[in-house]
Nanobody, 122 residues
Framework: VQLQASGGGLVQGGGSLRLSCAAS????????MGWFRQAPGKEREFVAAISWSAGSTYYADSVKGRFTISRDNAKNTVHLQMNSLKPEDTAVYYC????????????????WGQGTLVTVSS
């Protein structure tokens, strides 16, 4: 499966953005989907994940209560609604797949595609 993230941009602190992840090549059926981010000079870190049925989610503590992950299996897409953005949320955001549940480690995810840059000004 090929993934393409989009929806990034420049936003003021306190603002909102909605990221999308479109899949092609095969259906996302059965996959847990995750969002990660990588800030300049830092390692890629986990942001959020959602089960295949969209009935379960989990988040990094740093975004809990501000970000919401969702998915539309009919459209083969995953979204990340980001509210109350902070300058420290500035990063390239990536979506990825995994077959497991509960993992937050980048090595347990695959199908990385191009990310989308989010820049939050203070």
């Amino acid at each position: 499966v090929q993934l393409q993230a989009s929806g990034g941009g420049l936003v003021q602190g306190g603002g909102s953005l909605r990221l999308s992840c479109a899949a092609s090549g095969r259906t996302l059926s059965g996959y847990v989907m995750g969002w990660f981010r990588q800030a300049p000079g830092k390692e890629r870190e986990f942001v959020a994940a959602i089960s295949w049925s969209a009935g379960s989610t989990y988040y990094a503590d740093s975004v809990k209560g501000r970000f919401t992950i969702s998915r539309d299996n009919a459209k083969n897409t995953v979204h990340l609604q980001m509210n109350s953005l902070k300058p420290e949320d500035t990063a390239v955001y990536y979506c990825a797949t995994t077959n497991g549940w509960g993992s937050r480690h980048v090595n347990n995810f695959g199908s990385w595609g191009q990310g989308t840059l989010v820049t939050v000004s203070s």
